[in-house]
């Protein structure tokens, strides 16, 4: 470490606690979570509307994200058992980054025009492995970051995932201009490589009070003593609720883009890669609010932030094709979408029983992903029959229900239930 580093650090310590290895741990399988979700997502979305299939089509392909609502199915097997190799997190971790990888590789092979049963079963694959990847990773940062390094680790961990998300949907979009979609998911399965080699070098957490025992202990008692919580039901509500709008938004942005005359070459570059920028700082100065105003604070205001946003695509709307308001309803977008999930993620780790991180962190995150998946798969229909600017309008007001919770889940100058 530089002397100037360490001058700044004394002068500042939360900047040595944001540059320490843990961090870079999150960042990177931030990334690694982040990458492939954009392949079944607008990637995808833009392969099927460049081979011909119906709009109304290409919404209903949103439930193939189904794993991402329902992986606390399957997640008490990550708390339950012990891979041979590597330990608990780390040897789950690998098995399922390689799995990934190869229903990549399936899923670029396909055809979805000749062949729609088969790309819909290999991403629904690709979201089921990428939904076990998540699960792991949660919980692997709950158990290796201390409850002080929470909403900074969350924050650098989102600042990750957005940044996988915008180079394979930004990077996977330019290629798509020079090369088949298939070669660019070949390319997308190699990136996956990052991951594994984080997971490998990586430290494994310390297990600190055992693993469950037998079937109660594994499946049952992770969900009753989540709901000896206080409030547990209205929890879940707001989970539900804080992102819906933004997350019914962005869910059919591809085809709005498309639909106001961007090439795929301007989205690529405006819509991801000069995004990526807004998505760096975001979690940086996330990460720095958070520090400052706590967990609390983090929640309501990137609440806010976040709702403002989607009127920015009602004036893009009208304005059309444009490529400097793009990037900037673009830039406020990535800021404030990646600092509210930020303080989102960072509110649902600090529920979790650490003998249950796993089980309970996707419980959680699944609920998370209802409006995602479930919610958004009827927003073709919606836009087709609203129209762009009301479509946007709706998404705004979606909103506001769960920030409507905050007094009572989070009240400011107090503590989150």
């Known amino acids: ?29 931030g990334f690694s979570c982040g990458l492939p979700l954009m392949l079944t997502g607008q990637v995808l979305q833009a392969w099927m509307k460049d081979a011909g299939v119906e709009l109304t089509v290409i919404g209903l392909y949103a439930l193939v994200g189904l794993p991402y609502t329902c992986k606390f199915l399957w997640a008490p097997v990550f708390d339950r058992f012990i891979p041979s190799f590597l330990g608990r997190r780390r040897g789950w971790l690998l098995s399922v980054q390689i799995a990934l990888a190869l229903a990549l590789v399936g899923l670029g092979q396909s055809d979805p025009v000749a062949m729609p049963w088969l790309v819909a079963l290999m991403a629904a694959l690709v979201t089921f492995f990428s939904a076990s990847q998540d699960i792991v990773v949660d919980a ?6 201390s409850d002080a390094e929470l909403g900074s680790g969350s924050a650098l961990y989102i600042s990750g995932y957005r940044l996988g998300m915008l180079l394979a949907g930004g990077g996977g979009l330019i290629l798509a201009d020079f090369m088949p979609f298939s070669r660019v998911y070949l390319i997308m399965a190699f990136l996956m490589g990052i991951g594994a080699a984080t997971t490998l070098f990586c430290p494994e ?5 055992g693993t469950p025992k037998n079937f109660r202990e594994s499946v049952i008692e992770p969900f009753l003593d989540f709901f000896r919580h206080n409030r ?31 090439s795929k070459k301007e989205i690529g570059a405006v819509v991801k890669l000069f995004g ?24 309501w205001l990137f609440g806010f932030l976040q709702m403002a946003s989607i009127p920015g695509f009602i004036v ?50 699944s609920i998370m992903g209802v409006p995602r998946v479930i919610i958004a798969a009827p927003t073709g229909w919606l836009a087709d029959t609203l129209g762009w600017p009301l479509f946007f309008t709706v998404c705004t007001f979606l909103a506001l229900p769960g920030l409507m919770l905050l007094p009572v889940i989070a009240p400011w100058r107090g503590k989150a239930d």
Not at 277 to 295: D, K, Q
């Open 1 to 29: 470490m530089s002397p100037l580093f360490q001058q700044l650090c004394s002068l500042y310590p939360p900047l040595g606690q944001l540059c320490s290895p843990r961090m870079l741990v999150a960042f990177l399988m």
């Open 140 to 145: 692997y940062r709950r158990e290796d970051l």
């Open 205 to 209: 957490p310390p297990l600190r009070q």
């Open 232 to 262: 547990a039901l209205l929890i879940l509500l707001f989970i539900l609720l804080y992102k819906i709008g933004d997350q019914m938004a962005t869910a059919m942005t591809m085809p709005f883009y498309l639909d106001l005359g961007f």
């Open 276 to 299: 990526t920028w807004a998505v760096i700082l975001g979690g940086i100065a996330g990460a720095a609010i958070m520090l400052r105003t706590g967990l609390v604070g983090g929640l």
């Open 316 to 365: 893009l709307a009208f304005v059309g094709h444009d490529l400097s308001w793009l990037a900037a309803v673009i830039a406020f977008e990535n800021l404030s979408g990646g600092m509210g999930t930020a303080a989102y993620t960072a509110y649902m780790a600090s529920l979790t029983n650490v003998r249950f991180t796993a089980t309970q962190y996707a419980l959680l995150t």
